[in-house]
């Protein structure tokens, strides 16, 4: 597979072209219920660089008003695969910032002050039916094949019957009043779009019994009390969009500008999936993939944007991954990072921490092949052969790192003679001739002099370098582990 490094995009060059000058205050708002992945990393990345190219300002709110869909340490998660890819919030829950708390289960007293604002005014109700009222108006809709949906009873609730119950203390949530027809509004991708909510819900719920908002009257509320300029996200809420815009109408505020993004599907058009770990941040970190690779390939995933400026120019084709691409933009950052020795420390820890990590009962006794040339030189000689610096501890490459163990079996016993005089011919040579042509040739000669097949040869110092059957040409693997362990390996065998 080949491409053209000039056609891969750079972050900053897609932030330069792609956005005009807005005042911008953006925010990424990720539900604790899961990593950050492939989909959510790209909303977040977009307003990233909308406000990095407008001079604005982005913000990382987390919505944790469904508190039973939250996962432990997910906040903790999102927030360090965001600085690992670079995305560095301006104002976030660790830095906090003017707009703050930017957790919303902080936020519950904003909320219900909020609230009652849309009470006093009514475009919101106290709502008293039990569960399992709501259960059968579920089920008889779903009887008479028809979609369920609150009939909004408690609407018409006198303000003396309300208060009787309020006052009983019986339990409630309180519901936002829809209005009745078309809620239109202009969408920066997808151009104009309309709905007609109430036709297909009822008055949603916006306090819950427990006091805690849903999502759509948490996002409302914080985006105008942060003084959201343009809510980039994912296409899914776009039909929550014009409910949202009714909350911002019934406020008297002015909603933000609305821009949806369309999905991004596997490489065969499905859908990404929570339950697929391999669209995870989190995995790629683990794999060994650099962030701009993982960022450049969020990017690629189709269209995206063209180059007229602004973000209504963002496609809206739905845009397929292509996992290959991943591969070929890490392989370029580790070359990118091997071109420059400045690097090199940073690499040579990596490969550290990765190979102590692939074989942990190695490092106490010393046997790992850690030295810092001996890294440098194999990621030099491997950059072509991997594609992530995981690879590096594939079975196929453990000789890099670890003596073999396996014992010779009689079909190498034969060969103790020849390993040994090859093993002194190596000692005696200069470390200078210690290169793969000089091997080659020494090995073809030796196996013509010594009336031994070449190919037999090779299989059994393959076998003594590596314990493997099949692998790098020989010369190339005595080259890369160096004079001192080819001459370690083969003696091991003869002694
Ligand atoms: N909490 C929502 C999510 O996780 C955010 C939707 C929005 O950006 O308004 O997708």
Same mark, same amino acid.
């Given at each position: 597979?080949? &491409?053209?490094?000039? *056609?891969?995009?750079?972050?900053?060059?897609?932030?330069?072209?792609?956005?005009?000058?807005?005042?911008? *205050?953006?925010?990424?708002?990720?539900?604790? +219920?899961?990593?950050?992945? %492939?989909?959510?990393?790209? +909303?977040?990345? &977009?307003?990233? %660089?909308?406000?990095?190219?407008?001079?604005?300002?982005?913000?990382?709110?987390?919505?944790?008003?469904?508190?039973?869909?939250?996962?432990?340490?997910?906040?903790?998660?999102?927030?360090?695969?965001?600085?690992?890819?670079?995305?560095?919030?301006?104002?976030? /829950?660790?830095?906090?910032? #003017?707009?703050? #708390?930017?957790?919303?289960?902080?936020?519950?007293?904003? &909320?219900?002050?909020? !609230?009652?604002?849309?009470?006093?005014n009514q475009s919101a109700y106290y709502c008293f039916c039990s569960d399992h009222r709501l259960d059968l108006l579920r089920r008889e809709a779903i009887k008479s094949r028809q979609v369920p949906k609150y009939d909004n009873k408690c609407r018409h609730l006198s303000s003396?019957?309300? @208060?009787?119950?309020?006052?009983?203390?019986? #339990?409630?949530?309180?519901?936002?009043?829809?209005?009745?027809? @078309?809620?239109?509004?202009?969408?920066?991708?997808?151009?104009?779009?309309?709905?007609?909510?109430?036709?297909?819900?009822?008055?949603?719920?916006?306090? =819950? +019994?427990?006091?805690? /908002?849903?999502?759509?009257?948490?996002?409302v509320v914080d985006d105008h009390l942060m003084e959201i300029s343009h809510v980039l996200r994912g296409i899914e809420w776009q039909v929550s969009t014009p409910k949202h815009i009714m909350m911002y109408k019934a406020f008297n505020w002015t909603p933000p500008l609305y821009g949806h993004l369309p999905l991004i599907l596997n490489s065969d058009g499905s859908k990404l999936s929570k339950r697929q770990n391999d669209i995870n941040i989190e995995?790629?970190?683990?794999?060994?993939?650099?962030p701009l690779a993982v960022l450049n390939y969020v990017i690629h995933a189709g269209g995206g944007f063209d180059n007229k400026g602004g973000a209504?120019?963002?496609?809206?084709?739905?845009? =397929? $991954?292509? #996992?290959?691409? %991943? $591969?070929?933009?890490? *392989?370029?950052?580790?070359?990118?990072?091997?071109?420059?020795? @400045?690097?090199? @420390?940073?690499l040579i820890e990596r490969i550290i921490k990765l190979v102590t990590e692939a074989f942990p009962n190695r490092e106490t006794n010393g046997s %790992?092949? $850690?030295?810092?040339?001996?890294?440098?030189?194999?990621?030099?000689?491997?950059?072509? *052969?991997? +594609?992530?610096?995981?690879?590096? !501890?594939?079975?196929?490459?453990?000789?890099?790192w670890i003596m073999p163990t396996t014992a010779l079996n009689d079909a190498h016993l034969e060969y103790l003679d020849t390993l040994k005089i090859i093993s002194t011919k190596l000692d005696e040579t200069e470390i200078q001739n210690f290169n793969k042509e000089w091997i080659n040739n020494y090995l073809k000669e030796f196996a013509k002099e010594h009336g031994i097949s070449y190919p037999t040869l090779m299989k059994v110092l393959r076998f003594v370098l590596s314990d493997l059957k099949d692998g790098p040409p020989v010369a190339e693997m005595i080259e890369i582990l160096g004079k001192d362990s080819t001459l370690l390996r083969i003696k091991r065998c003869i002694s």
């Open positions: 597979m080949k &491409y053209n490094i000039f *056609r891969i995009t750079n972050v900053q060059f897609m932030q330069k072209r792609y956005f005009k000058k807005v005042q911008a *205050r953006v925010r990424f708002a990720p539900s604790p +219920t899961g990593l950050l992945h %492939l989909g959510s990393l790209r +909303t977040a990345l &977009y307003n990233y %660089l909308f406000a990095r190219a407008n001079n604005g300002t982005f913000i990382l709110r987390i919505e944790d008003t469904d508190q039973s869909r939250c996962i432990p340490d997910a906040i903790e998660k999102i927030q360090s695969d965001l600085l690992w890819c670079g995305i560095i919030p301006d104002e976030d /829950p660790i830095r906090g910032g #003017p707009a703050g #708390p930017y957790i919303q289960s902080k936020r519950l007293e904003i &909320y219900k002050e909020q !609230v009652l604002k849309l009470i006093d003396d019957e309300v @208060k009787a119950k309020l006052n009983k203390g019986d #339990p409630f949530c309180i519901r936002f009043k829809l209005s009745i027809g @078309k809620e239109s509004f202009n969408d920066l991708i997808y151009g104009k779009m309309e709905h007609d909510i109430a036709q297909r819900e009822g008055d949603p719920v916006i306090i =819950k +019994t427990d006091g805690y /908002p849903t999502y759509h009257f948490a996002n995995s790629f970190r683990k794999d060994g993939i650099f209504h120019y963002i496609h809206i084709s739905s845009n =397929k $991954l292509s #996992p290959p691409k %991943l $591969l070929e933009f890490n *392989r370029i950052e580790i070359a990118k990072l091997l071109a420059n020795e @400045k690097n090199n @420390k940073f %790992l092949h $850690l030295d810092e040339n001996h890294i440098i030189s194999v990621l030099k000689w491997a950059q072509n *052969r991997i +594609t992530k610096l995981n690879d590096l !501890v594939s079975s196929k490459l453990h000789f890099l």
